[in-house]
């Protein structure tokens, strides 16, 4: 197999200004456990997420949350105010730049994630597969 990165990011503690204005912005990790959360499965442990503030590694206890599997339920999720959630920046470029979520501790990230473009060999690869390949590794889609 041969994998290709395409894009490495990590994920910010956000929240809509209503959430905020509604339940109050936390300061500590302390607070930030006691506050609603939309986890998601395939980022946290066991309802556990292991954030970064610089190279210090800090464990996050949601006390209460709602899970939900989709990225774009759980970002749909923390904008109408349900919660705080752990998400990708690239994602949220327009609702960032027009306040309708708001990075809530800056300093605080995931650990890097690593999006890959893994396919089965360089030989014999079909036109239309090449053509997509090159589309994903040149385009603007995870530009920051």
């Not at 473009?117 to 603007?140: E, G, K, M, W």
Request: include cysteine; charge should be positive; aromatic fraction near 8%.
């Amino acid at each position: 197999l041969i994998g290709r990165v395409m894009h490495e990011e990590t994920m910010g503690v956000f929240a809509s200004p209503a959430y905020l204005e509604q339940h109050g912005t936390p300061k500590t990790i302390e607070q930030l456990e006691k506050h609603q959360w939309i986890l998601l499965p395939q980022f946290d442990h066991d309802n556990v997420l292991y954030m970064r503030k610089k190279t210090k590694i800090l464990v996050v206890k949601p006390a209460k949350y709602y899970r939900c599997n989709s990225p774009f339920m759980m970002q749909k999720m923390v904008e109408a105010g349900l919660g705080i959630g752990a998400l990708l920046p690239s994602m949220i470029k327009s609702e960032t730049a027009n306040k309708t979520l708001i990075n809530i501790m800056p300093s605080l990230r995931s650990e890097p994630l690593v999006f890959s473009l893994v396919y089965p060999s360089r030989q014999h690869v079909p036109h239309r597969t090449r053509v997509l390949i090159d589309f994903l590794l040149n385009t603007a889609l995870f530009e920051h």
